[in-house]
């Protein structure tokens, strides 16, 4: 293409734009709104998987062992555990360890009643490993092999709190695609009366335009850059607000709700706008352009008839 047809082309949809700017205007809020609710459920959903994420690699498997196992016994099992497949960490506590643990836990500020315990160990064969997954929803198959180990007493798990953050990411994405389908459904029928009204405003310009030998191509491509606009114009408004918008809110959640982004609770921090926007811009600028170039092309080839 000619840069000079281009610029006929661009020239022309503008115009059309500003020919029927409530409608032009009407197509470009719907987009951003639609745009929006996607950028902020991108977020939630890319916010709530890397909760999930990491909650996954804090969720390990407990196991216990049998009073009259020996240690030697203890490690040969834990040498057949980081050998099974999925298995990310393994870490092997010691009866010592444990009660270590558990003095500086329960008798902090109280040493004195440790100390009348002196050399006896209440938590003898108490040494255990913790175990770390990969994948955590493989978590039932290691749980059943741990408990088909000979020498094993008890083995303790939970995937409570990843079933919840799965629980929650998937009405999210449900609720997202919803409201979003709506929008999308609103915006292609606002653009298509937009270009449908604008291929009227020229409809003798156009049968003038095919008189003199203009091509199809040359009558309707200043239509699909008319949507191509609407739809650029309707992803970069609510991008740019977007990113105000979360980096605002990710500052203010950091340094007013601490406890949640803390080490005692990093399982709740937040992703940082530098790592999910790369991503986000990608998307909803293709859905915008998309939703123009595609809804634009199919109207003008259905209702202008030249």
């Not at 281009?6 to 719907?30: E, H, M, P």
């Not at 916010?47 to 009259?68: L, S």
């Not at 003095?103 to 770390?132: C, H, R, T, V, W």
Request: charged content about 15%.
């Amino acid at each position: 293409m000619r840069i000079s047809t281009l610029l006929y082309c661009l020239k022309q949809g503008i115009i059309n734009i500003c020919r029927n700017v409530l409608f032009s205007l009407a197509s470009v809020a719907t987009i951003s709104a639609c745009i929006f609710l996607f950028c902020l459920f991108f977020s939630l959903i890319a916010n709530v998987q890397n909760i999930t994420h990491t909650a996954e690699t804090k969720v390990g498997i407990t196991v216990f062992f049998n009073d009259d196992i020996n240690e030697q016994d203890i490690l040969t099992i834990g040498n057949e555990i980081k050998q099974q497949p999925n298995v990310r960490e393994i870490r092997y506590i010691s009866a010592e360890e444990a009660w270590e643990g558990f003095q500086k836990e329960y008798f902090k500020d109280m040493e004195g009643l440790a100390e009348g315990f002196a050399d006896d160990n209440p938590l003898a064969g108490s040494a255990s490993y913790e175990i770390f997954l990969e994948d955590i929803s493989k978590q039932n198959e290691m749980v059943t092999y741990l408990n088909g180990t000979a020498g094993v007493r008890r083995v303790v798990y939970s995937n409570a709190v990843v079933a919840g953050f799965s629980s929650l990411n998937r009405i999210i994405g449900g609720l997202s695609a919803v409201i979003i389908g709506i929008l999308l459904a609103v915006s292609v029928f606002l653009i298509s009366n937009t270009i449908h009204v604008a291929a009227a405003f020229r409809k003798n310009e156009n049968e003038i335009m095919r008189l003199i030998g203009a091509t199809n191509f040359m009558i309707r491509a200043p239509f699909v850059v008319e949507g191509v606009i609407l739809g650029l114009l309707g992803a970069v408004i609510p991008l740019s607000g977007m990113y105000y918008i979360y980096h605002r809110a990710v500052g203010y959640i950091m340094n007013n709700f601490g406890f949640l982004t803390g080490d005692a609770a990093g399982v709740f921090n937040l992703l940082p706008a530098e790592a999910i926007f790369p991503s986000m811009v990608s998307v909803a600028l293709g859905l915008g352009v998309g939703i123009g170039f595609f809804v634009s092309f199919f109207t003008i080839r259905k209702h202008l008839k030249v």
